[in-house]
């Protein structure tokens, strides 16, 4: 059985990303996170939410280890040429999305380099999305799906969709997935997933309770908390109150808050965070490059 040693945070933030064009170029430039974000290594600096998974199977000593990725979004692309060299990555072995959003699934395309150039061509890559979000790529990427509806050269990512059924667990190179189906506002559904002792929903609003009782004893929470401030609300997210009240009910060992806008000021959130939530789990805003590695004994 496969082992989850690792999480990578590709991207952190919404679907605008941060910085943005629009306070870089007010003038005078008000925005402190934004001016922040251009610089150097800022945990500031937020592309689309994504996550990479590595998993090995400890009883197989040389086994392969596997690179799972959770969405590629509009900036995904972006996201790889900074983390994949820094961190010695190179192969995808598979894709799963949580919903059809734009920041979630327009990086689709940018796999071509990793399924012409970094597998065998005999191997397409698996992605692994709900029958809504396969509905939507279809329409948007027909080539994706068809490769004899490419146009040009006809050379597009070598790529196969493989159904997730929302009810039911499933598989890939060992590691157990379960859906964890939500709310993205009043009229959307995605998907998070939990796998291991790890429960991830980057985007939701709502948490129905069949799926709560299927987070049960998750020990890292990822979770959506698009906006800070204990009175802020929003249609379609979870914001900073909904995401700390939903962990209490959870109890993890560690809380990741995820899929910040340019309102979050990483340092100085995170400082308060942890000062005005005294709380049994520690509190952590990801952020992009963020590493973290899975404790064993839990």
Same mark, same amino acid.
Request: glycine content about 6%.
């Given at each position: 059985m496969?082992?989850?040693?690792e ?5 952190? /933030?919404?679907?605008? /990303?941060v910085?943005r064009?629009s ?8 925005c402190?996170?934004?001016q ?7 945990k500031n600096? $937020?592309?689309?939410?994504?996550? #990479?998974? $590595?998993?090995?199977?400890?009883q @197989?000593? /040389?086994s ?12 995904f692309?972006?996201?790889? @040429?900074?983390? !994949?060299p820094?961190y010695? #990555? ?8 949580t ?22 061509n ?7 999305c709900?029958?809504q ?19 040009g ?7 196969? !969709?493989?159904?997730?059924?929302p ?9 157990? !997935?379960?859906? #964890?189906p939500?709310w ?7 998907? /998070? ?6 429960s991830?929903?980057p985007d939701v609003?709502?948490?129905?309770d069949?799926? @709560?009782?299927?987070m ?6 990822i ?14 997210h ?12 959870i109890?993890?060992?560690?809380l990741?808050?995820t ?9 100085v959130?995170?400082?308060? #965070? ?20 899975l404790?064993?004994?839990?």
């Amino acid at each position: 059985m496969a082992q989850i040693e690792e999480l990578i945070f590709l991207g952190s /933030g919404t679907s605008e /990303g941060v910085p943005r064009v629009s306070c870089l170029t007010e003038s005078p430039v008000t925005c402190k996170t934004c001016q922040d974000a251009v610089l150097a290594d800022s945990k500031n600096r $937020r592309r689309n939410c994504s996550l #990479l998974l $590595r998993a090995f199977n400890r009883q @197989l000593p /040389g086994s392969e280890t596997h690179n799972i990725v959770i969405d590629v979004g509009k900036f995904f692309y972006e996201s790889a @040429l900074v983390w !994949f060299p820094k961190y010695h #990555l190179r192969n995808i072995d598979a894709v799963l999305l949580t919903h059809d959003h734009a920041d979630h699934v327009n990086g689709l395309d940018d796999l071509r380099d990793f399924t012409l150039h970094m597998r065998d061509n005999c191997c397409p890559l698996p992605v692994y999305c709900d029958d809504q979000t396969f509905r939507r790529v279809k329409a948007s990427f027909p080539y994706l799906v068809d490769p004899s509806k490419g146009t040009g050269s006809g050379v597009t990512a070598k790529l196969v !969709f493989c159904h997730i059924d929302p009810d039911k667990e499933f598989q890939i190179h060992g590691i157990t !997935f379960t859906p #964890l189906p939500v709310w993205h506002g009043p009229q959307n559904s995605a998907l /998070g997933f939990r796998f291991g002792p790890v429960s991830y929903i980057p985007d939701v609003s709502a948490i129905p309770d069949t799926t @709560l009782e299927k987070m049960k004893g998750s020990q890292y929470l990822i979770i959506d908390s698009l906006f800070p401030g204990k009175e802020v609300k929003h249609i379609s997210h979870f914001c900073e109150s909904q995401a700390l009240d939903f962990a209490k009910q959870i109890q993890p060992k560690f809380l990741y808050l995820t899929d910040f806008t340019h309102l979050w000021f990483h340092d100085v959130d995170e400082e308060r #965070l942890r000062q005005e939530y005294q709380e049994s789990f520690d509190i952590y805003m990801a952020y992009d490059g963020l590493r973290v590695q899975l404790e064993t004994s839990i």
